[in-house]
T-cell receptor, first 116, second 116 residues
């Protein structure tokens, strides 16, 4: 079974500070993609960042970066210089390339609050 | 503007009634998806379609039906056979199914269905 676990239902961060959202996943496969999606109050999901499992280098997108630990099956998201617009639900997701299930497996989400 | 339009945003249904949720995209994407989102749970795939006149069941297809008569449209019918239909439904699209491998899913703003 492939599962994605986000153990932090809610997190908060002071504006301009840094916050890390955690995600672990369970898989027996070696080739896969990992993602962080953001769902703001408008409810429209937006891709934040993507990591290919075969790449050792951690992905970065401006203020967003990941800490990918393949052996530990851990994929955390770091948001630097947090802004009010970062407030949203964040979902970690996993895509297995080998089984080709054509399905993203999502975690249960972390609600991030940004305090002015 | 290009994007995905879901309608209605809010829908109420009496038990025993079928209801159809609309999803239209003008992105010229081949693949379209329907996800269900429940509180405290990640997104779960209901159905997906790779091309016109073709669709495949996802993880929770029971009680749902879809059609793909046009490239830009992928309506979802929630039938009376769905035992717990109250949920938030998200439609998504990607250029093609392989593009989903890279996480490039574009989402609509969702439809909230409540069964009275």
């Amino acid at each position: 079974a492939q599962t994605v676990t986000q153990s932090q239902p809610e997190m908060s961060v002071q504006e301009a500070e840094t916050v890390t959202l955690s995600c672990t996943y369970d898989t027996s496969e070696s080739d896969y993609y990992l993602f962080w999606y953001k769902q703001p109050p408008s409810r429209q999901m937006i891709l934040v960042i993507r990591q290919e499992a075969y790449k050792q280098q951690n992905a970065t997108e401006n203020r967003f970066s990941v800490n990918f630990q393949k052996a530990a099956k851990s994929f955390s998201l770091k948001i630097s210089d947090s802004q009010l617009g970062d407030a949203a639900m964040y979902f970690c997701a996993y895509y297995p390339l080998q089984t080709g299930a054509n399905n993203l497996f999502f975690g249960t989400g972390t609600r991030l609050t940004v305090i002015p | 503007d290009g994007g995905i339009t879901q309608s209605p945003k809010y829908l109420f249904r009496k038990e025993g009634q079928n209801v159809t949720l609309s999803c239209e995209q003008n992105l010229n994407h081949d693949a379209m998806y329907w996800y269900r989102q429940d509180p405290g749970q990640g997104l779960r795939l209901i159905y997906y379609s790779q091309i016109v006149n073709d669709f495949q069941k996802g993880d929770i297809a029971e009680g749902y039906s879809v059609s793909r008569e046009k490239k830009e449209s992928f309506p979802l019918t929630v039938t009376s056979a769905q035992k717990n239909p109250t949920a938030f439904y998200l439609c998504a699209s990607s250029i093609d199914v392989l593009a989903a491998n890279t996480g490039e899913l574009f989402f609509g703003e969702g439809s909230r269905l409540t069964v009275l």
